[in-house]
């Protein structure tokens, strides 16, 4: 019967991982804003929905539910907001959402 070898893993050449180039490093900043900045619209679509959902709610418990989640949404949207550098255009569409759930949270007894 033969033995089987068990083999191990090579040790590495102690060398480190290319660093990227001052180009890459824009590319890849450039596109953490462009997807932050969809990430940001669609949470305060979603918040505003969660808004929409607790005005119209006749049970307590539901209303208040939505509220909190569209008060989450907007705390987080308001936080991630100040760590990109978000384009004009992204920047308006962003800060009229927020100025409308606010709002919107307001008329539901949300006190900022």
């Keep these: 019967m033969r033995s089987k070898r068990i083999s191990r893993p090579q040790k590495s050449s102690g060398h480190a991982?290319?660093?990227p180039t001052d180009d890459q490093l824009l590319a890849i900043r450039s596109r953490f804003n462009r997807v932050?900045?969809?990430?940001?619209?669609?949470d305060l679509d979603t918040a505003l929905?969660?808004?929409?959902?607790?005005?119209?709610?006749r049970d307590p418990e539901k209303k208040q539910r939505n509220r909190r989640s569209a008060r989450k949404a907007y705390d987080t949207v308001v936080r991630l907001r100040a760590k990109?550098?978000?384009?004009?255009s992204d920047a308006r569409i962003i800060a009229a959402g927020l100025e409308r759930l606010r709002w919107e949270l307001a008329q539901l007894g949300e006190t900022f």
Excluded: N
Aim: glycine residues 8%; negative net charge.
């Design 17 to 19: 991982a290319p660093k």
């Design 36 to 42: 932050g900045a969809d990430f940001l619209k669609v």
């Design 49 to 57: 929905t969660f808004a929409a959902i607790a005005s119209e709610s």
């Design 84 to 88: 990109m550098d978000l384009s004009g």
